[in-house]
């Protein structure tokens, strides 16, 4: 884990506490992503991104709540004295999102570990028809799996070609404003919401000393 054995006074704060809950989620998140694609290439159904394609990234900004930006902004006060971190080097013109790395192909997100919600389910989770109805939509640049029911298989094509579903984005979603519903309304872009993040965590940190032989 990449925070572990930082700043451990940190995780008794507000912020530390909301950090860790929106790390629960999501490594809840990742677990049924690799249950579903595990799932699907157990029926011959390889479900994955292009090589080092990057591409959802191309022109993108994410939207993000202040948590999110809480977490990235702590992901990234911790490494900033870390040579190798991948926060070194040049950020594309490429993409409006301040992370985007075009000249590293199959590692173009800076921050992939504390990448937020939306980054996180691209291509991988799904959504709900009008009928409440789950369906999972490929990106446009996955391959089509052979053995897959079509690009945008219903529940009920997936729960018979995989027997499994891919999380839901607006389940998801909802459990990470369950953290502070007070700040719903201030969801902004990564670049606006970053610098306030960076300035309050860092504020936090300043008044939580590392521990003595923390590692
Ligand atoms: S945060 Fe990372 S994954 Fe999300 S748009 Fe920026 S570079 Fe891409």
């Known amino acids: 884990m990449w925070y572990v054995n930082n700043k451990r006074a940190f995780w008794d704060t507000s912020a530390g506490q909301q950090i860790l809950t929106l790390d629960l989620i999501f490594r809840k998140i990742s677990d049924a992503q690799n249950l579903f694609v595990d799932q699907a290439a157990k029926h011959n ?18 939207d993000v709540l202040p948590v999110e930006a809480d977490y990235i902004a702590f992901f990234l006060l911790i490494n900033q ?23 590293r192909p199959g590692a173009n997100c800076r921050i992939y570990e504390a990448r ?11 959504t709900k028809t009008k009928n409440g109805e789950l369906v999972y939509r490929l990106c446009r640049h996955m391959p089509t799996p052979r053995g897959l029911p079509g690009r945008s298989p219903t529940q009920e094509a997936l729960q018979g070609a995989i ?10 979603a909802i459990e ?18 970053l610098p306030s993040a960076l300035a ?10 590392e521990e003595p032989n923390a590692a």
């Open 45 to 62: 159904i390889e479900l994955f991104c292009p090589p080092g394609c990057g591409t959802c990234c191309h022109g993108f900004m994410p």
């Open 81 to 103: 004295n870390n040579p190798g971190s991948g926060q070194e080097g040049h950020f594309s013109l490429l993409s409006p999102c301040p992370f985007y790395a075009a000249d």
């Open 116 to 126: 937020p919600l939306i980054c996180r389910l691209f291509g991988f989770s799904g």
């Open 163 to 172: 027997g499994a579903l891919p999380p839901l984005m607006s389940d998801f």
């Open 176 to 193: 990470i404003l369950a953290i502070d519903p007070s700040k719903a309304s201030e969801r902004k872009s990564l670049s606006e919401a």
């Open 200 to 209: 309050r965590i860092s504020a936090t940190l300043h008044y939580c000393p």
